[in-house]
């Protein structure tokens, strides 16, 4: 049982590494719809996936997310608009995987998983396979920010984050993937601290998330959005009203 959580929490900060970065940009932009909504449409893709071939399928989810990407890229030629058009496509794709799970006969386990999986049970092998692909992300992102400039800067930004969503939402879940997105964004900004910053407060409330749902044999994703979500909102508040 032990090398379930810490297999379960390496995932949670191989997750934070890259996601806590993305959130930074996506909270700094103010276009914090973007990462839930790219998530959600991966989340279409997968379901789509489901119901056709009975298994998930990698590139029609990153396909989806693409797509979600490109809109969203054109939608920051009216950006006083851009927001609503942004949440109304992720009211699009999570009632896209309503109806498509509907006609699933396991619909609503697989709906459940696609919103916020248990991430117990994700196998080592992931868990290793997932922690190669960000690093590869990780250098990318750099050589993104050192050498492009302008709107291939721009195009590459968005690529790579969805890449990076869908194949976090295929483990994990849309849910999550917006809360380790946003969350520790969000109080690093609060704060006016950094990437670091992010990276080890995500951390924390990632560890206590896990070993909360562990001890009292709760469903570990949902814990996690609670706790990120919760403590975020408590945060904000104090920051608003002291």
């Not at 191989?14 to 909504?37: M, Q």
Request: glycine letters at 6%.
């Amino acid at each position: 049982m032990t090398d379930i959580l810490l297999h379960a929490l390496l995932l949670s900060f191989i997750l934070l590494g890259i996601h806590a970065y993305f959130g930074l940009e996506i909270v700094k932009r103010g276009i914090i719809f973007t990462d839930i909504a790219i998530a959600q449409s991966s989340a279409v893709g997968l379901a789509l996936s489901l119901l056709l071939f009975q298994t998930p399928s990698y590139f029609i989810s990153l396909l989806f997310a693409l797509l979600c990407s490109l809109l969203i890229a054109l939608s920051q030629r009216k950006k006083e608009y851009a927001e609503a058009f942004i949440g109304l496509l992720y009211a699009l794709g999570f009632s896209s995987v309503v109806l498509l799970l509907s006609k699933s006969p396991r619909g609503m386990e697989e709906f459940m998983a696609l919103t916020a999986s248990d991430i117990l049970f994700v196998p080592k092998e992931e868990i290793f396979k997932t922690g190669v692909l960000y690093a590869l992300f990780g250098l990318l992102l750099y050589l993104r920010a050192r050498f492009l400039s302008g709107i291939a800067k721009e195009m590459a930004f968005f690529a790579l984050f969805s890449l990076t969503v869908t194949s976090s939402v295929k483990l994990v879940g849309v849910l999550i993937v917006f809360s380790m997105l946003v969350a520790p964004a969000l109080v690093a900004r609060l704060f006016g601290r950094g990437l670091i910053f992010a990276w080890v407060y995500g951390s924390a409330v990632n560890t206590a998330g896990i070993v909360l749902s562990f001890k009292y044999d709760l469903p570990t994703g949902f814990s996690l959005v609670f706790l990120h979500s919760f403590l975020s909102i408590l945060l904000f508040l104090a920051k608003v009203l002291i």
